[in-house]
């Protein structure tokens, strides 16, 4: 009964972050985008019933938080979401994912340290285009688990190039897109990104 948009809205006004702080959000849920919605990042379903009335009072544009969480001024802004960016059907005014936990061994501490400390900018990433679904089987979202698996080879100690944001989100569109076109059934899906990070 928590989940709501206004409790999330409340918690993003009122965190605090420091100039040198990292910030990530990542949202894993239902998702859709409004008929007559020209941005191109989805609306979060913030309804922790489906007897709830969907409205703009129960949907949160992943484009405010992106918004909301870069106004804070911290050093580094990621801002996730694995979720359907289709269309509801509707215009504004009027299946259960999960994430798979995956032990992991071998990142490289230096690695780490480019990606996460000697960063600062904004990147804003989500699993599918405008009217697109976001796929997922037993082991979890399509997008999640290939942005997962991109951070991973990028700081693995196999990897001899610096590792990169940009890098990472490339990965992560491609190998998304490869699930969905080798799944039985599913529709593409390309997820969209901006990145603008720099790093020392």
């Known amino acids: 009964e928590k989940f709501t948009k206004e409790n999330?809205?409340?918690t993003l006004t009122n965190m605090k972050v420091g100039k040198n702080d990292v910030v990530v959000f990542y949202y894993s849920g239902h998702g859709f985008r409004w008929s007559d919605q020209t941005d191109k990042y989805p609306q979060l379903d913030m309804r922790a019933s489906e007897y709830t009335p969907l409205s703009e009072?129960?949907?949160?544009?992943?484009?405010?938080?992106?918004?909301?969480?870069?106004?804070?001024?911290?050093?580094?802004n990621i801002v996730l979401s694995d979720c359907c960016n289709s269309d509801v059907g509707r215009n504004q005014v009027t299946s259960q994912t999960f994430m798979a936990g995956r032990s992991f061994q071998g990142a490289e501490i230096e690695k780490l340290k480019k990606l996460f400390v000697n960063s600062s900018g904004n990147m804003i990433i989500t699993g599918s285009s405008?009217?697109?679904?976001?796929?997922?089987?037993?082991?979890?979202?399509?997008?999640?688990?290939?942005f997962i698996q991109a951070l991973k080879e990028e700081i693995?100690?196999?990897?001899?190039?610096a590792p990169t944001w940009d890098h990472i989100a490339q990965n992560a569109v491609k190998s998304t897109q490869y699930k969905a076109k080798s799944c039985n059934g599913c529709k593409p899906q390309n997820p969209v990104s901006s990145v603008r990070v720099t790093q020392k």
Do not use: D
């Open 8 to 10: 999330a809205e409340q």
């Open 57 to 76: 009072k129960t949907a949160l544009p992943l484009s405010s938080v992106f918004t909301k969480i870069t106004s804070k001024g911290g050093r580094l």
């Open 130 to 146: 405008p009217g697109e679904y976001s796929w997922c089987n037993a082991n979890g979202g399509f997008f999640t688990l290939s």
């Open 156 to 161: 693995g100690y196999m990897r001899t190039e």
